[in-house]
C-alpha cells in the first residue's frame, strides 16, 4: 500500500540511495541516448535548482566536515552538467533547437547579440576559472596539508587526554572520529576542486566546438546564408555555455565559501554579521567616506548620501546597544546589589556574580595530575600512535597489570611535552613534585652486559636507570652483535616503561587517597557486605584503614586480598588503634601470600639474621611514639650495622639473591624504617611472618660489636 501523501517526502529520503542510483544511471543514458527538448528544459532547471540548493545548505553548515558529501556531489553535479551539454549539442546540430530555456538564454539574457553573448560568457569563464576555481582549489590544497600535518597532535593530545582521565573512552572515539572525518573531508575538497577546474575547462571547448559545429551544419546541411548560420547558432552555443557555466559558478562559489568557513556555532550569515557589525567605529568612519566620495564633482550624491546615512544609523543603533546593560532575568532571590547594601561592604559597585563555567575554569587551574610524565619534544614519537608509537598503550598495561598484581588503582597518567626538557629526557611528577628523571635516545637500543660478556660494543655509554646497571646506547647495526654475545637489549619504550613501573611500585602508597580506600571498600562490600558493617563505622574509619594499606605497600605487599586485610583489621582493633601496630598483625596473616616471593626455591628461604645479643641491644633502642616508631642508636652502633649490611647485601645481590633480613616481630618495624633510606631494596621479614613450610637458610649472622657485649655474671664473680 503506498505511503500517506503526507509522508512522500519521508519515503524518498529512506530511499536515497535509489535515488541516487537511478539518477547516476540516467546521467550515463544522457550521454548516449537522444534526450528530447522539453526534457532537456526540465533537467536544466534541475540543474539550476541542485546548484542554489548547495549553495544555501552551505551557507547554514556551522562545521565544514559537517558537508562531508560535498565533494562527492561535486564530481556528480559536474557529470550530470557535461551531460547535459551533450544532450543540448546534440539537438542544436541536430535540429536547432535545444528547448526553451537555451532559446531564452540566448535571446533574452543577451538580448539577441551574439557579440554581447560572447563577451558576456568568456567574463563568465573567466570568473569561474580564474578567480573562484584556482582561489578555492589553492586554499582546499593548504587545508589538507595543515589538517593531515596536524592529524598525529591531534591524536597524541586525546590519547593523552583520554590516559590522564580528563574524557572518557566514548568521547575521545568521538574526537578520533571527527578528526579523521576533518582530514578526510579536507582531502578530498582538495582533490574535487579540480572537477571545477575541468568543468570550466570543459565549458569553453564545448561551445567552441558548438559554434564552428553549429555554423558548418547551419551553411552545408541548412542552406542558410553565412550571417544567418552565425546568428542562429552562436546564439544556441552561447546560450547553452550560459545555462550550463551559471550553476557550474554557484557550485564554485559554494566549494570556496566551504573551504573558506572557520568552524563556528552559527551560521554563515550570523558569524559574517557578528563579525562585520562587531565595532560601530568602523561603520562611523565608513560612512564618513560614503559622504565624502558622495560630495565629490561628477559624483552622483542620492546613493552614497543614502548609503552613508544606513551606515552611521547603524553605527549609532549598535553603540546604544553595546553601552546599554544586559537586563537580568528575575527571580525571587534579592538582588546582589540588594545584598551589598544591606551588608555594607562593596554596597556600591557589587561583583559580579561568576558564572559557573568561569568557576569551573578556576578551579581546573588548581587541579594537579596525580601522577603525570613530562617528555622532550624529540620523545614525542614515542605517544603517537599514529607513527608506531606505543607508550600510552603501555602506560595502560602497567596501571592494569600493577592493579592486577598489587590490588593498586593507579590514577589515569597524564603525558604532556615539556619545552624545558632535552630532547631526549623525561621526568616523572608526583603530584606536581619531580620525583625521577632519565634519558633515553630514540632510534637506538639499549644494551645491558647482564651475562658478563667481555665484547665491548659500539654505541653511547649510559646506565639503566631502574638498577643502575652499565649500559649502552646501540644502533640496528650493532643489535645482532650484542644479543649474540648475551647482552640483554631492550627498546626506548621499553626502558621507560619499566622505570615507570618500577617508580609507581615504589610510590605506590603515595597514591591510595581516602578516595580510593572509600572505593576499595565499597567493591568489597558488594561480596562482603558483614565484614564491611563490622568494621565500619564502629571499630576503624578510613583513615585508619588507609594507614594500614599505606604501610604495607610501602614494603612491597600488594593488597589484592583486601578482604582478608580488612578481617585482620577487624580482629586487632580492639587491641590497638596504631596504624602500625595493626599493620604488624596484619601481616602475620598475609606471610603465607608474599614471602614465597622471596624464596629461591619453593620452602628455602636465603636470609641474613642477627646475633640474639644484637637483636636485645637492639630492642632497648627502640622509640615509639603515637604515631611513629623508631629507632634511637648510637653512631657506633649505626656505623656497624650499616656497615655490616653493605657488604652482606652486596654479596647476596652479587649471587643473583634478594636481600632479605629476618629478625623477631618486635625489632621488625623499626630496623626496616632505620635501613630504608640506605637500602631501599632491603626486604625485613619477622620470624612470625613465615609460612610453616618456609625453612630458613642463613646467608650470614649479623655480629654485636664488642663493646656492646655484656659480660655473663659468672665471668663478672669469677673475675672479682
Known sequence: MPPPPNNTVAFLLKRADLLLAGGLFGTVLMLVVPVPPFIIDALLALSIGLSLLVLLAILYVKDPPEFSGFPTMLLTLTLFRLALNICSTR???????????????????????YIVGAVVFLI?????????????????????????????GKQMAIDAELNAGIIDEATATARRVKVQKEADFYGAMDGASKFVRGDAIAGIIITLVNII????????????????????????????????????????????????????????????????????????????????????????LLPFLVLGGLAGLAAKTLKETEGRPASAPVTGKPSAKGA?????????????????AAAEDVRKLIDVDVFAIEIGHGLLGLADAKAGGDLLARITGVRKSLAREKGVIVPPVSVRDNLELEADEYRFLLRGKPL??????????????????????????????????????????????????????????????????????????????????QSLIDHVKATHPALVAELLPDLVNVGLIQRVLQNLLREGVAIVNLPLILEGIADFAGLSKNPDDLSELVRRRLGIYFVPEFEHQPGHLKALTLDPRLEQVITGKIHRTATDVGLALEPALGRHLIDEFTRRTAELTQGGQPAVLVVSADVRLPLKRFFEPSFPRLTVLSFQELPPSSEIEN??????????????????????
Open 124 to 152: 563568465l569563464v573567466i570568473i569561474n576559472f580564474v578567480v573562484i576555481t584556482k582561489g578555492a582549489g589553492r586554499i582546499a590544497e593548504v587545508s589538507a596539508r595543515f589538517t593531515l600535518d596536524a592529524l598525529p
Open 699 to 720: 646467608a650470614g649472622i649479623v655480629p654485636v660489636p664488642a663493646q656492646f657485649v655484656r659480660p655473663e655474671p659468672a665471668l663478672v664473680k669469677a673475675a672479682a
Open 213 to 300: 559545429g553549429g555554423f558548418a551544419v547551419g551553411v552545408l546541411q541548412m542552406g542558410l546564408s553565412l550571417g544567418e548560420s552565425l546568428q542562429k547558432f552562436t546564439l544556441l552555443s552561447i546560450g547553452d555555455g550560459l545555462v550550463s557555466q551559471i550553476p557550474a559558478l554557484i557550485i564554485s562559489v559554494g566549494a570556496g565559501i566551504l573551504v573558506t568557513r572557520a568552524t563556528d556555532n552559527s551560521n554563515l550569515g550570523a558569524q559574517i554579521a557578528g563579525q562585520l557589525f562587531r565595532y560601530p567605529r568602523a561603520l562611523s568612519i565608513s560612512a564618513g567616506c560614503l559622504l565624502v566620495f558622495g560630495l565629490m564633482p561628477g559624483m552622483p
Open 436 to 517: 625521577v628523571r632519565g634519558r633515553i635516545k630514540t632510534g637506538h637500543w639499549m644494551a645491558m652486559n647482564v651475562a658478563g660478556s667481555t665484547v665491548r660494543l659500539r654505541g653511547v655509554p649510559t646506565r639503566e636507570p631502574v638498577f643502575n646497571l652499565e649500559a649502552t646506547w646501540i644502533d640496528e647495526a650493532e643489535k645482532k652483535t650484542a644479543e649474540l654475545n648475551g647482552f640483554t637489549v631492550v627498546d626506548p619504550s621499553s626502558v621507560l616503561i619499566t622505570h615507570l613501573s618500577e617508580t609507581l611500585k615504589g610510590c605506590a602508597h603515595l597514591l591510595v587517597s581516602r578516595q580510593d580506600v
Open 340 to 356: 551589598a547594601g544591606k551588608g555594607g561592604e562593596g554596597a556600591g559597585s557589587p561583583a559580579p556574580a561568576a558564572t559557573p
Open 91 to 113: 539537438q542544436i546540430l541536430g535540429s536547432g533547437y535545444a528547448g526553451r530555456i537555451i532559446e531564452s538564454f540566448g535571446h533574452f539574457v543577451i538580448q539577441g547579440n
